[in-house]
Structures are given as C-alpha cells and as structure tokens.
C-alpha cells in the first residue's frame, strides 16, 4: 500500500496553528489593509514571531527546513485568512528559493541570517515593464566592473520589492546572449543606485507591496552572484517550478472561504421562506465548489509531494497553478452569484476574494504560459 | 438529613439562600432539614433563618475564603450527619462546594436548574457545552449540589427553629489582604431578573452611562461584553460569557452586542432576549424575541424615556 | 521550582454539536486545548521563565486529550503526563487520581482552568486542592510569586475581587484577564515531537454518571421593529415587554 493521504501529527499541529493564525490574526484586519492598500507589517512581526516566516530556509542556516507540503498547508490556512497577506510570505520563499537553489555556502549564511534573526523579507525580481512572460527577453544589465557588477534596468511587479532585505535580480550581460546572458544578483537593501517605488491601485492583493525597481549605475558585489553568468535563467525557470505550487496553495485558501462563506449564507439567507440552500440551484454551485477545492487540494499535494522526493514536477507544478487558481476564481465568482446583491458589497467578504485570487491566475507565469510549460511536457515525451 | 448552607449579606438572608431552601424542601422525601449561617455578622442572619428552617447551625469565622466555608460547612455535615448539602451556584459557591464533596467523597452535582430525588439518588438537569447542551446527571448520596441563580421560586417563612453555634478551627492557607469590592449600585448580576448588557458597539466607555441609565430605571443589572471589558470600559466581573457570568433573567437586553458563540454561552437561556443592533444580520437577531434594528444611539436615549413614562 | 499546569481537550466553542443516541457526539467537532486551560499553560510558562525551573502539564482525558498535551508542549512546557481515560469521570475522581500524580511531582504549584469548557465544571480545581490538602485561589487574574512557598495574587469573587497571600504548594485556577496566551510556534511544534510526554492508563468508577443528553434551543419570536424612527419604535418595545411578554 505504498499511497498514504495521512498527515503526520506534526504535520496537523502546524496546521492547527496556521488555521488560529489566519482565524485570529489575519482575517479580522484583511478588509482593512485591502482598503487602506497596505503592508500589514505588524503581522509580519507575528508570522516571525511563531515561525511561519522564512520557514523553509534549512535548519543549517537558522530556518525549520520546512518541505513543500508543509508550505502547501501553510499556504492554504494563511490564503484563508487573506490572499494578498498571505503573498508577503510566499514572495518572500520565492526570494530565498534562488539562493537556497544556487548559493554557497557562504551566500546561504550571509543572506538567510538576515532573514531568521528578526521579521524580515525576501524578494525575486524577474519581470520587466516590457517583458513579462517572456523572460528571456530581459533588458535590466549588468555590466562587469572589477569585483563589482553595475546594474542599470527597469523590474516591475515586483512582490515585497519595497520591503525586502534583498531581492534577487535577474539581468543580462549581453542581451543578444538571450537566456544564455542572464544573470542571478542579490541586491541588498540601500545599495546606492537602487530605489523601489510601490504601485498604487491594484485590484486585489491589495495589502501586498507591489513594486517597480529601478537600478541607476547600482554597483553590486561579483560575491552576490548566485551561480555563474549566464546561468541566471535556469535559476529563474527552476525556482518558479518550485513556488508555482504554493500559488496553488494559496488558491485552495481562497476556494475553501468561498466554500465556506456561500455555504454559511446560503443556509441563513431565506426566500420563499426556505433557507436558499434548500435549492438545488444553490446546491449544484456549491458540489461543484467542494468538487474543484477537493480535486486541486489532492493534486497540489501531489505536485508537493513530487517535488519533497526529488522527481520531475515542473509539469506538475504548472497543472497545480494553473487549476488551482481556476477553480478558486470559479469559487469565489459563485460566492459572489449565492450572496447575489450583498455579495458586490465591499461589506461582505467574498467579492475581495474574486478580487485577490485574480492574481493567482497571472503571476508567477500566467496561466497560459501554464499551459506552454504543460504542452512542451506532453511533446517531449 | 439535608443541609442548607445560606447565602447572606451580614443583615439579610440572599434571594439566593431562600431558592436554596426551596431547593431543599423539593428533596424533603430524603429528610429533615437543616441550615447553616457561615461568615460574618452571622448572628441575626440565623435568627431570621429558623423562620424557615427547624435547626440552623451558625458559624461565625470572618470573612469569606473557600478553606473555611468547606471548613465550616463541614462541621455543620458532621454535626447534623447530612447526606445531602444544598449551596448557592455562584463563583464562591461552585468553589468552596468542590473542596466539601471531596472531603464528603459526595458525588458532586454542580449548577443545577432541578433537581428531584430517586430512592438513595439525586437526579439533577443542568447545562453542559458552554450551555448548549441540557444533561440529566445522577449521583448516589452523599450528594453536594449547587443550585443554579433564579431557577427556583424563593421559599416562605415556616414554623421557627432553633439555632445551635459551630465551633469551627480556622484554615490557615489563604490571608485576604485587600477587597476590592466594586461599589455596585443595584442589582447582582446572576441574580437579577433582568439584565441590559452593552457591547462594542457603543462605541466608547462614555456611552455606557446610558446603559447604567436604563438599567436603572428597570430594576436592572449591568452587564457588558468580553470586548467591552477587554477595552478596559467595564470591570470583569460585569462579563456575561464564556469567560464571564451566565446569567437566566426573564429579560435580557442585549445593546449594540452582535452576540458571539461565546457570548450566546453566558445568556442564551433567558426567557426572552431583546436586541438592539444597527446590523440586521448580527447573529443576536437569531436568538432575539424581540429586537430594534437600529442605531443604538438614538435609540437608546428613547427607550429610557419610554421605559420611564411607564414608570411613572 | 516546578510549576504545573492541569489541562483538557475540549470542542472548539464554535463547532457544531449533534446528540447521537442521548449523547453529545464529538466526532465531527473540533477540539482544542480548553482556552480557560490555555491561560493555564501560559502562566505556568511565564512563570518558569522568570523563576526558572521546570514546567509539567498533566491532562486526565481520552487518547485524543494527547493532542492538547502537544499544544502545550509546543507552547513551551518541558514534558507531559496523560492519565489515560476514556468517557465521563466527576470532578472528585478526577481530583483524586490527579492528586496522585501531582503529589508526586511535588510542584511549587498547580494552575488549571477556571470552568470547564464541555462539562461547564468548576470544581476540579477546588476538588484537586482539597484532595492534596493546600489552600485554593480561584478565578486568579494576577499571580505574583514572594517565594518558594509563597504568592500574592487577585482573584475574582461573587461581586468583586479580592487581594490574597496565598501559602505555597497551592492551586491556582484561571480567569480570563490573567494573560494573552502565546501561539505554539513552528520550532516548538518540532520539539514538542521529542518532549517526553508519559501515559498511564486510569480506570475509576465516576461518582456521577450523565444519563442523557438533549439540544434544547428555545424558539425565539424574532420580532424585529425597524428602528428609523427611534422614538416609536423604543415605544413600541417597552409595550411589547410590558404587554405581551409582562417582563417589565
């Protein structure tokens, strides 16, 4: 009997106290900071405080060494309470998962102290104003002076930007090179030359920090290199094949409050003098919201538990992302239909999630660029 | 032999004390009974206990700490060789209660609404699950039992009795260094029979003199939410919850409280709830009789000049 | 020193409950460390850091109780004793066979819950006072230690609270107020994994016994006035109360 769905009693624990986090710390002041379009950093204190942050950075460096199935069920507890909160911890693992996949020895020590000493962010800068799923076609460069590269370049959308001790960034020694000219820097915070600027008016996520980047004659240590040049991509493409899955994650959050806020209002809310969920067209909607969190739970957790093993997952990864974050924004639009007017209203919660699990369809690859990554797995073979 | 042991304030005997006694008198088939006067100024309190009661022990031993209550009430156990020991369900009652049944190695029924005696058993309801659940208990005698606040009509006068002083050595353990007794105007809580609570919604600790307002033109005890005394508005022990006081009056007036699970657990017996939220969808509505759906600030000012016209 | 901490596994204040045959039946509920014993816990730790020493948490409940010994733990206690026993006990068993335990640990003292969160008792902490013979402080929101073998602390009474130095072994009970309670973190759930947690297998005869369980919940007359007009509908209450349900 070699497939077993059990948790361990760890593994549950963690996940009790992820849920009371979301439940207690996150859900109560998700509306406000959506409004106020802003970092709700005192939970990022919190998310420190219990261990929730950074947590996969290997024990060897301070972290807990977390594997992917713990962050797929933290991920699902903390996108209960709030997606767009819930992106600060996971954009800042999509920082640390370059150099967790490329650094030294050294590197590891040096950037993940500044990590696990106090409530601190990561953050991985990758998209351009002009290239955003064409990655190759970066123009941010780097040009080689001495022990230092100088770094000239535009990064948009770039998660915790603002906030981050130090973002990796991507740029290219020689943009004719394509992919094979790029290159991983880790640029630390006050780095002369380097100025985030936040982007204002998102339609969700909103207390995420949205940032754009901008590298002046930004003069960065050949020691933050992740890697050699022209490795850059790989690292890039090999990173977003690991935190794809907890976009999934995050999906699975957001349909099962979907699930849970129709489910809860369609049995107090009357017509015809009946509680709504006694009609079957309020039912269908709801057996096909359980049905699309059900099946992109048990598929997320296989992408997660491909890549704790160390077998190929990248397809994986891409199916997980791209169906989760589908049948969340099903949910969450369903959410919407069962509370019909109420559920346009910014008084109740669901029209925020349609709002937020948007994202979860673009970033990190969109879903279409998925469906490449899909396709070239099925034409490989 | 059933022992009473009698709730006092130093003059009068506690509403409480004559629900216990009519407590008692409902599991007379199980014997005789008997009283017991513990604390302080106990004297006239006796007096006017053996109106009610053919033998009434006195046990003057100061003030108030859970040791000496067991201590006292178990010398009034042994004396009169009760089987059965009847106490008042408050916070001290459920305490001191808990030592006595262990030292009588009693089965222990604790907060009951009704309880009826069965051959050598006593057969108690009462609640369970934060009060959500009724549960029928049975306990073989000797049985301590602690009678929940306004769940049995206060006894009459009847025949007179004698009253006999215990001699109780004090228990050491415990020195009360300072009572920090909040002055309360009115009405005790857990015994009122109706109680006006406000909640978050008010808004600020200022707003609350309109709650005292209408609590006082009724007859009413204050009561107040966890948020609210959290906020630091109210004292604790104004509570009603999970955490707080369960209180059962007829009326239970609820302001600007959207009524949580764990506020539900505190009142949700009442014989009728009254809500007033300016959120039709707060879940006080669902256990409400009656309710106002409005803004608590213009409509209280109005109820107490309502409820005072009819006063008047 | 040793401070030790007396805990339950109860359901979440917010779970459903359903009767199964005149019985709550808990197997759909979720269950928690009791939050009254959370408090509990919390100031046992509290206390350990600032006196040092060590801190034990016992719990007399079913197998499934050892979930809420590994909160604790994780919490930050250093190890665990279960007295395994399945289905109801009264508070005086219960007090006993804990008495046995603790007696043995011989802490400085013993901090437990205030009420109990599914049986709505109160008495085990009295009861557990009275079985090891020291004094008790219920419904403490201050404790203050002087020394080994004495405490200050508050404590809330019928109407009011009360100041009291307390001699020392002695059981404290918990009111809401005493502390904010820690979240068990990340790192503490990992070693709470290698903490000892030690079971010993209880069977005792209950002095009590539930005959049957019932949801009894009341039919409300939800009649809802619209409060627009404040004057009138204040009005339209007070005669409903007066007239039609004659409660003032």
Redesign the interface.
Known sequence: MPIDFSLT??Q???Q??AR??AKEQIAPIAAEYDAKEEVPWPVVEKLH????LN?IIPEAYGG?G?GMLEEVIIGEELAWGCMGIYTIPMASDLGITPVLLAGSHEQKQRFFKKLTEKPALAAFALSEPGNGSDAAALRTRAVRDGDYYVLNGTKTWISNGGEAEWVVVFATVNPELRHKGVVALVVEKGTPGFKAHKLHGKMGQRASGTYELVFEDCRVPVENRLGQEGEGFRIAMNTLDKTRIPVAAGSLGVARRALEEATRYAK?RQAFGRPIADFQAIQFKLAEMLMGLETARAYTYYAAWLTDTGQPQAHAAAIAKAYASEIAFEAANQAIQIHGGYGYMREYPVEKLLRDVKLNQIYEGTNEIQRLIIARHILNQ | MILVVLEHDGQRLRKSALEAIGRARQLEALGPLAGVVIGENTQAVAQEASQYLPTVYVAEVGGYTAEKWAEAAYAAVQKSGAQVVIASGGRQGRTWTARLAYRMKAGLLEDTLETRAEGNHIVATRYSFLNRVTERQRAALPVVLTAKPNTTPPAEPQGSGGVEVLNVALPTGVEVLERLSEQKKGVSLTEATIVVTGGRGLGSPEAFAKVEELASVLGAAVGATRAVVDAGWRPYSEQVGQTGKTVQPNAYIALAVSGAVQHQAGMNKSKYIVAVNKDAEAPIFKIADYGIVGDVHQVLPALIEAAKKLKD | MKFLAVIRQVPDGESRLKIEGGRVDLSGATLILDQMDEWAVEEVIRLQEKHGGESVVVALGPERAEEALRTALAMGIDRAVHLVAEGYLDPITQAEALAEVIRAEAPTLVFTGGQQADWDSQALGPALAEALGWPVVSWTTQIELESETQAKALHDLDEGAERVRVALPAVFTSQQGLNEPRYPTLPGIMKAKRKELKKLPLSAASKAEVLEQTIQERTRLNKLIDGKDPVSAAHELVRLLHEEAKVI
């Open positions: 009693d760890e549950k624990e963690l009790k106290l009371r986090f405080e219990v261990g929730l947590a807990l977390l107090e």
